[in-house]
């Protein structure tokens, strides 16, 4: 996605943006984009990590649309300091300091829209992209790099949001609740604790 899509296509927006226009200015309102899904929709559909009332599916388009908004800018802010000359410290900063609040803010939309639940795997499934985030963050302090892996959530991931978000934009999300595995037996698994197991797997092979 990155090499394909998201670099090339940053590349080419960053020259139509003045060079009057600061870097940090394209990161806050990239901000505003990732961040304007969560507050909808645990302020309209209730702070629980499942389903008080059904959600709607022009959310799951404002979201998969917004992130897609947030994931461009966050490509084009440092191109566009790198062309203008203003790239900095402070501006890294606060590049990151955004990054890791759309990181929280993201999978807790991704862990109410599943329904995994007000539960230890829900809270497990919230922690683990934080901490591979964090980690990752603690890597570049001390290495000078930014190293993520082909497939990685941050550019390869976004996909795979998109296209959950138009399959619950169609079918809604309760689809998620259907037991896949040992179904009709003690051991029986809901789709949306496989999903929830798969998510931190990722993350434990990413930390590590």
Same mark, same amino acid.
Not at 3 to 17: A, D, E, G, I, Q
Not at 112 to 137: E, H, M, N, R, W
Not at 146 to 171: E, K, Q, R
């Given at each position: 996605?990155? /090499?394909? &899509?998201? @670099?090339?296509?940053?590349?080419?927006?960053?020259?139509?943006?003045?060079?009057?226009?600061?870097?940090?200015? #394209?990161?806050?309102?990239? +901000? *505003? +984009?990732?961040?304007?899904?969560?507050?909808?929709?645990?302020?309209? +559909? $209730?702070? /629980?990590?499942?389903? #008080?009332?059904?959600?709607?599916?022009?959310?799951?388009?404002?979201?998969?649309?917004?992130?897609?908004?947030? /994931?461009?800018?966050?490509? =084009?802010?440092?191109?566009?300091? /790198?062309?203008?000359? @203003?790239?900095?410290?402070?501006?890294?900063? !606060?590049?990151?300091?955004?990054?890791?609040?759309? =990181?929280?803010?993201?999978?807790?939309?991704?862990?109410?829209?599943?329904?995994?639940?007000?539960?230890?795997?829900?809270?497990?499934?919230?922690? !683990?992209?934080?901490?591979? *985030? +964090? &980690?990752?963050?603690?890597?570049?302090?001390?290495?000078?790099?930014? &190293?993520?892996?082909?497939?990685? $959530?941050?550019?390869? $991931?976004?996909? $795979?949001?998109?296209?959950? =978000?138009? &399959?619950?934009?169609?079918?809604?999300?309760?689809?998620?609740?259907?037991?896949?595995?040992?179904?009709?037996?003690?051991?029986? #698994?809901? !789709?949306?604790?496989? =999903?929830?197991?798969?998510?931190?797997?990722?993350?434990?092979?990413? #930390?590590?």
């Amino acid at each position: 996605m990155y /090499r394909y &899509f998201y @670099n090339p296509t940053s590349m080419k927006l960053v020259t139509y943006l003045p060079e009057t226009l600061a870097p940090n200015l #394209i990161t806050l309102i990239g +901000f *505003f +984009f990732s961040s304007l899904p969560f507050f909808v929709l645990f302020g309209m +559909f $209730g702070d /629980r990590f499942n389903n #008080i009332k059904e959600i709607p599916p022009w959310f799951y388009i404002l979201e998969a649309v917004c992130l897609l908004v947030y /994931r461009m800018l966050d490509e =084009m802010d440092g191109k566009q300091a /790198r062309r203008t000359g @203003n790239a900095s410290p402070l501006g890294l900063l !606060f590049d990151h300091g955004c990054d890791s609040f759309t =990181m929280g803010m993201q999978t807790m939309i991704i862990v109410k829209t599943l329904q995994v639940g007000d539960s230890l795997l829900g809270i497990t499934t919230v922690l !683990f992209p934080c901490a591979s *985030f +964090f &980690f990752s963050t603690l890597e570049e302090y001390y290495t000078g790099g930014l &190293f993520l892996l082909p497939g990685n $959530g941050v550019t390869d $991931g976004s996909l $795979g949001i998109y296209v959950s =978000m138009m &399959f619950m934009a169609y079918f809604g999300n309760d689809y998620w609740k259907d037991p896949y595995f040992f179904v009709g037996t003690p051991n029986e #698994i809901i !789709f949306k604790d496989f =999903m929830a197991y798969l998510c931190i797997s990722i993350q434990i092979m990413i #930390i590590s």
